[in-house]
């Protein structure tokens, strides 16, 4: 019989940059050749030595607990392996990935039933890289308490689950604040903080996701912390604002704002002048343009002028010559009359 679960994807319940990581890691591509539950818990035994979700130091991508631990995802365990694995002698890791496993993926209301009888155990193990080393109990009741784990977020259990745990654990008198052990808060681990917190980053760019908390993380750091601190400390200094204020550099910065804006009207003179020489030699082009067209526009009347005096002057001179033949012909004729007449 399968777990009882909340119905959701995995994709869903998991942060989807740790997911799509995990996916397209060579280590989880291996993982394929691997067809059964017991093939995974040799795999466990062998590899795991923290149950971090990202690797550590300067490697960069999934860490070998999430990867197995998504394996079983994908294999949907039934309840008698899920019982296989929380009572595994081994490793306290077979235990761990165990425990992850219905966080993930079991309805929250059922959480306690399966959390319930190991909330007391006290086997020992270190879940992170730091080799900070709690009780199995203290890790379970983490779980369940807390979102974070680590550098990533756990689905979300309802509030009033979360009430029935709180009193079940008062009941109990077990505490009911995280012990850290897992991430404290939002602010991650000790060893988180003081961790780069561009590596998680960087595994984010490429799927186009916000690395979440790095920056509170980066924040939460004890060296960055007290640094800020520091420089908060010399800021907010009165000998500092006194020599800021009326100091030699005060004067120099004077003296430079004025020789900028000496340098800016200059600036602002040279282009002025630069309109204007513009402005001159573009009339200048225009007059001397103007005085070459009324020059040929006066040469185009004159020629014309002489064309119509010549048409002009022809066309008396062929008229007066026909007038003398006509007069020289009349003159014979009258001579020729006279002639006959004597």
Same mark, same amino acid.
């Given at each position: 019989?399968?777990?009882?679960?909340?119905?959701?994807?995995?994709?869903?319940?998991?942060?989807?940059?740790?997911?799509?990581?995990?996916?397209?890691?060579?280590?989880?591509?291996?993982?394929?050749?691997?067809?059964?539950?017991?093939?995974?818990?040799?795999?466990?035994?062998?590899?795991?030595?923290?149950?971090?979700?990202?690797?550590?130091?300067?490697?960069?991508?999934?860490?070998?607990?999430?990867?197995?631990?998504?394996?079983?995802?994908?294999?949907?365990?039934?309840?008698?392996?899920?019982?296989?694995?929380?009572?595994?002698?081994?490793?306290?890791?077979?235990?761990?990935?165990?425990?992850?496993?219905?966080?993930?993926?079991?309805?929250?209301?059922?959480?306690?039933?399966?959390?319930?009888?190991?909330?007391?155990?006290?086997?020992?193990?270190?879940?992170?890289?730091?080799?900070?080393?709690?009780?199995?109990?203290?890790?379970?009741?983490?779980?369940?308490?807390?979102?974070?784990?680590?550098?990533?977020?756990?689905?979300?259990?309802?509030?009033?689950?979360?009430?029935?745990?709180?009193?079940?654990?008062?009941?109990?008198?077990?505490?009911?604040?995280?012990?850290?052990?897992?991430?404290?808060?939002?602010?991650?681990?000790?060893?988180?903080?003081?961790?780069?917190?561009?590596?998680?980053?960087?595994?984010?760019?490429?799927?186009?996701?916000?690395?979440?908390?790095?920056?509170?993380?980066?924040?939460?750091?004890?060296?960055?912390?007290?640094?800020?601190?520091?420089?908060?400390? =010399? %800021? #907010?200094?009165?000998?500092?604002?006194?020599? +800021?204020?009326?100091?030699?550099?005060? !004067?120099? $910065? @004077? &003296? *430079? /704002?004025?020789?900028?804006?000496?340098?800016?009207?200059?600036?602002?003179?040279?282009?002025?002048?630069?309109?204007?020489?513009? =402005? %001159? #030699?573009?009339?200048?082009?225009?007059?001397? +343009?103007?005085?070459?067209?009324?020059? !040929?526009? $006066? @040469? &185009? *009347? /004159?020629?014309?002028?002489?064309?119509?005096?010549?048409?002009?002057?022809?066309?008396?001179?062929?008229?007066?010559?026909?007038? =003398?033949?006509?007069?020289?012909?009349?003159?014979?004729? +009258?001579?020729?009359?006279?002639?006959?007449?004597?």
């Amino acid at each position: 019989m399968e777990i009882q679960t909340s119905g959701k994807p995995i994709d869903m319940l998991m942060e989807k940059v740790l997911c799509m990581n995990i996916l397209s890691s060579d280590y989880f591509k291996e993982l394929y050749r691997m067809k059964t539950y017991h093939e995974v818990i040799d795999e466990i035994y062998n590899q795991v030595d923290h149950v971090e979700p990202w690797m550590t130091g300067n490697c960069r991508g999934p860490s070998t607990a999430f990867c197995l631990l998504y394996k079983f995802f994908t294999m949907k365990l039934t309840v008698k392996q899920m019982h296989g694995l929380l009572k595994h002698p081994d490793s306290p890791y077979i235990r761990a990935i165990g425990f992850l496993y219905l966080r993930y993926v079991a309805d929250p209301k059922i959480l306690w039933t399966w959390y319930e009888p190991y909330l007391k155990d006290d086997e020992e193990f270190s879940p992170g890289s730091n080799g900070r080393m709690t009780t199995m109990g203290v890790y379970v009741r983490d779980l369940i308490l807390g979102q974070y784990y680590f550098d990533s977020i756990l689905p979300r259990v309802p509030v009033p689950v979360v009430r029935q745990v709180t009193t079940n654990l008062e009941k109990m008198k077990l505490p009911t604040k995280l012990s850290g052990v897992t991430g404290d808060s939002r602010h991650g681990s000790e060893d988180t903080a003081r961790r780069p917190p561009s590596v998680k980053a960087s595994l984010s760019v490429s799927f186009g996701q916000r690395a979440p908390h790095r920056a509170s993380t980066r924040d939460s750091s004890p060296v960055r912390r007290t640094v800020t601190q520091d420089d908060h400390r =010399r %800021s #907010s200094s009165p000998f500092r604002r006194s020599v +800021s204020r009326e100091g030699p550099y005060n !004067d120099r $910065s @004077s &003296h *430079d /704002r004025e020789g900028n804006r000496s340098s800016r009207d200059r600036d602002t003179d040279r282009s002025s002048r630069d309109r204007d020489t513009g =402005r %001159s #030699s573009h009339d200048r082009d225009t007059g001397h +343009s103007s005085r070459h067209r009324e020059r !040929d526009r $006066s @040469s &185009h *009347d /004159r020629e014309r002028d002489y064309d119509r005096d010549s048409r002009d002057c022809d066309y008396y001179r062929s008229r007066h010559s026909e007038e =003398r033949r006509d007069y020289g012909s009349e003159r014979d004729n +009258s001579r020729q009359t006279l002639q006959l007449m004597s």
